[in-house]
């Protein structure tokens, strides 16, 4: 075929597209969900009954009742109660259970991408409308295919914002270092030393699309005789470099950061959020609660570990370890850290990251609280607490249902029976 038939061929295609949507432009008709019970977190209580009017894919009324229009789809979803849809601001979906040491070493990136997708479809059917990827883990800036695919309906998944890899020094968290140095490994993370170098891999994971820029800034961690110790990768210096780079773009920095003197660096320079949070000083976390910055705890990843230890002794290990994160996280809720909801899932199974929620509480946590910090504290969290985490006119229409009252048993987060994304009814 030459030049001439394919531009025709083309218009061809476009004429029959525009034909096409022109078809299918009549507004979707509107939805009205009704159940027992709805859920308006802000205001901290559950409303009997709760009714939610949908057009398109956006709420337009939301309470005991709402408008319903003529032609309206109206479902009755029973004895369930109607909620925002999840939001775990802490996963990796280019992770998966087994050989978490090795995978990113013996699979390739194709095949990741593709475990990624199913991890994304997983998460989304468990009531989670909305995720922050912590890193590829060395795939690069293969989540942003994955989000993008999402986005454009090609395949299932929460709404996403990725960092494409985290980035470390060299030598560092993630780094693959110990082995076998002939072998050259590359390292999970994009290696960075010094702030030149920092800005210019944050320069280049912009350009292929990342939304924010997670920085590894403590490892390997040391608890002995109840005192923790962790090494710090970034001086606050660089770190301040990094969140100024981020500013110039409108996006912010993610540290993974479990002890000081890191955890004070990264707050000092003003960090979004402090991932794991083992170890804060009183000073960290009076600079994070006068500044915002959140703690995202990741208790289901440790649970997880204790209870697959590959030994006795290293199960006390992540026991003893889990125990003093524990004792922390009181401490810090008693000095008001703001929260927010990061289980960690990859290396445990994805669509099973709700007994983060369950764990909060679990540890000191009020049901409300641990739901606020998921949902108003995850929206703002990911930059969207104008258009999700809530049930309110004008955001977006991710719905999900939960039996029981979440209130009153946190558990009833793990039984998502209904789940909607953009008004769309995917479970």
Known sequence: MNRHSNGIAACLLAVIASCAGAQNSAP????????????????GRVITP????????AIREAGPTVTHPAGATVRDLGDVTLMPGMIDAH????????????????????ERVLIAADAAKHDLMAGFTAERDMGTEGAGCADVAVRNAINSGLIPGPR????????????????????NPAENLLSNADRANGIPEIIAVMREQKKQGADFTKIYETGRDHLENGVFTTPYQYTQAELAAAVAEAKRTGS????????EPGTAFAAQAGVA???????????????????????VPTFAIGEYFAE???????????????????????????AGVPFAVGSDVGPFPHGTQARELVLMVQNGMTPLQALQADLLNG??????????????????????????????????VTDVRFVMKDGEIVR
Not at 316 to 329: G, I, L
């Open 28 to 43: 979707p008709q509107p939805i009205v969900l009704h159940a027992a019970r709805l859920l308006d977190i802000a205001a």
């Open 50 to 57: 709760g009714e939610i009017l949908i057009e398109g894919t």
């Open 91 to 110: 996963v990796h979906l280019f992770l998966h259970v087994g050989n978490e040491a090795n995978q990113t070493v013996d699979e390739s990136v194709p």
């Open 160 to 179: 996403m914002r990725v960092s494409c890899n985290a980035i470390d020094i060299n030598g560092g968290h993630e780094d693959n270092a110990g082995r």
């Open 252 to 259: 912010v920095v993610a540290v993974h950061a479990t002890g």
């Open 273 to 295: 959020s402090v991932d794991h949070a083992y170890n804060l000083s009183p000073e960290t976390m009076r600079l994070m609660h006068e500044r915002g910055i959140f703690a």
């Open 308 to 334: 697959h230890a590959p030994s006795l002794r290293v199960t006390e290990q992540r026991r003893a370890q889990e125990a003093f994160h524990v004792a922390q996280f009181k401490k810090q809720l008693a």
């Open 379 to 412: 929206a703002k969290l990911l930059g969207w607490s104008d258009s999700i985490g809530q049930l309110k006119p004008g955001y977006k229409a991710d719905v999900i249902a939960v039996s029981g009252n979440p209130l009153q048993d946190i558990q009833t």
